[in-house]
C-alpha cells in the first residue's frame, strides 16, 4: 500500500487506519475528523458542528476564523515567514515591547512551544547562578519544584515535572531537580536551602487539574528566593495571556516572578513561546549560549501582535472575567446539586475545572459531552477541564451547563449516590 493518502478520500475510517500504521503512537484521538472552524465551533467531516470548550488545549483564544488571525497570516506570508535569527525583522521587538509591559519583565526570549520556552528558562537560572557564584555567592545549581506539576515533554522540563507518568519512564532525566508538596508552606521553607537556583511552579496547575497556589505558599516562595538569590520562576504556558482574566495569573497574587514563560494562546493558533525575565537574570546571557532556528520568525510575530492588540482592543480580559465568573458560578451550582458525584468546581477566568468523584464517571461524562458535541478533556484522572476560547459568551456556557447537568443527573442515578473514597479535594482559593 502506497504511505500517499488521497486527501479527497480521507474519510475518519481511512485516516484511522493509516495513522495506526505510519504515526508513532504519542496519543489516543477521539474519533473526530475535523475539517473546519468557525467563532467558538469546530466542523466535522460531516458537517456537524461542536461547541470547543478547549481550544486546542488552551491555543485558540480567538477561536477559528478570526480575521486578525486570518487577515495577518495571509499578508505576512506574501511578504516574509522566516529568515533565522542572524537577521533582524520587525515582528520580535515590537511583540516583546507589548510582552513585557504585560507581564512586568524587561527582556524576552521567542521560542516555538511551551517546553522550549521553559528550558530557556531553565538554562537562564543555571546561567545566573553561575554567573553569581564566578561574583563570590554561595548558591548551587538545584531546582525546586512542586508536586503535580507539569512543564513540558522535552528532557529538562520533563525532569521538573513531577507526575510520575510523564517522567519516570524517561529516567534518567536531568538530575538536580526536588519536588515540594504543593501548597505546603512549612515544607517548603523545610526543603528550600542555597543548593536551589531557583523556585519553580504554576500558579495555577493546569495538567494537573487546575489547582491554584495559595498566596501563602507563593509569598514565601517569593521571599525564600530572595534570601538566597535564587530565582522565582512562574510558567504562565496554560494560565498566561488573559486565561484567568489578567495577562498572567500571578498577577491575581500581587507578585513578581524572575522568570516566567508564556506559550499556547501567543500566536492565535500557530506555534510560538516566549521566556521573559528581568534585566539582572538577562544580564547572564551571552551570544551564542541559547538560540533557536524557527522561533520568533515574522508570521507567528505578526499573528502575536495581532492577536494581542485584538485583546487589548476589545477589552477582553473583563469579558474574560465575565463570562469566566458567570461559568464557574454554574459550575458550582451543579457541583452543588450533583454533590454525590462531583466533588467540587473551581479555577478563574476561563481555566476552569469540575472535580469529579471518580475517574470514570469523569472519563464517561467527557465522552457524554463529546457524544452531544460539545468538546472538554479530562485530566488528573478526576478533573473535567474547561479551556475555551476567549470569545465564548455566556449562551454558549448555559448551552454546556445545561448538557453537564442533564449528563451529572444520569449518573447520579445509575451511581446511586455512591461516593469513591481517596478523592482530592479542591485547590485553595487565591487569598488577595
Ligand atoms: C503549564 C505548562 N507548561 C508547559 C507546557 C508545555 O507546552 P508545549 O506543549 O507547548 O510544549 C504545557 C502544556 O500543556 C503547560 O500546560
Known sequence: ??????????????????????????????????????????????????????????????GYGHPAVVNTISEQSKKLIH??????????????????????????????????????????????????????????TK????????????????????????????????????????????????AFSDEYCAICLEAIQGEGGIRPVSQEFVDTARELTRSTGALLIIDE??????????????????IQP???????????????????????????MEPGLHGTTFGGGPLACAVAINVIDTLKRDDMLAHIQDVGGYFRGQLARLAAQHSSVVAGARGLGLMLAMELRSADVAKSVAAAMMERRILINRTSETVLRF???????????????????????????????????DIPTGGTQIGR
Not at 513561546?273 to 537574570?281: D, I, K, Q, S
Request: proline share 4%.
Open 1 to 62: 500500500m502506497s504511505n500517499t493518502l488521497e486527501l479527497a478520500a480521507a474519510q475518519l475510517p481511512a485516516l484511522q487506519a493509516a495513522e495506526a500504521k505510519l504515526l508513532l503512537g504519542t496519543y489516543e484521538r477521539n474519533p473526530i475528523l475535523f475539517v473546519g472552524g468557525e467563532g467558538v465551533h469546530l466542523i466535522d467531516e460531516q458537517g456537524n458542528r461542536y461547541l470547543d470548550l478547549l481550544s486546542g488545549i488552551g491555543v485558540n483564544a480567538l
Open 83 to 140: 529568515i533565522s535569527n542572524l537577521f533582524f525583522h520587525a515582528g520580535q521587538a515590537d511583540l516583546a515591547a507589548r510582552l513585557t509591559e504585560m507581564t512586568g519583565m524587561d527582556r524576552a526570549f521567542f521560542s516555538n512551544s511551551g517546553t522550549e520556552a521553559w528550558e530557556a528558562a531553565l538554562k537562564l537560572a543555571r546561567l545566573y547562578a553561575g554567573k553569581q557564584r564566578a561574583s563570590g555567592k554561595k548558591i548551587g
Open 143 to 190: 531546582f525546586l519544584a512542586l508536586d503535580h506539576s507539569f512543564h513540558g515533554r522535552t528532557m529538562g522540563s520533563v525532569a521538573t515535572t513531577e507526575k510520575e507518568k510523564y517522567r519516570a519512564p524517561f529516567m534518567p532525566v536531568m538530575p538536580g531537580v526536588d519536588f515540594a508538596p504543593f501548597n505546603d508552606v512549612a515544607a517548603l521553607r523545610a
Open 237 to 254: 504556558i496554560q494560565s498566561g495571556l488573559g486565561r484567568t482574566g489578567k495577562w498572567c495569573a500571578y498577577q491575581h497574587y500581587g
Open 258 to 284: 524572575d522568570i516566567t514563560t508564556l506559550a499556547k494562546p501567543l500566536a492565535g493558533g500557530l506555534p510560538l513561546g516566549a521566556m521573559l525575565c528581568t534585566e539582572a537574570v538577562a544580564s547572564a
Open 387 to 421: 479551556l475555551p476560547p476567549y470569545i465564548l459568551g455566556k449562551t454558549h456556557v448555559d448551552l454546556a451547563i445545561t448538557a453537564l447537568d442533564d449528563i451529572l443527573a444520569r449518573h447520579a442515578t445509575a451511581e446511586g449516590g455512591l461516593v469513591d473514597e
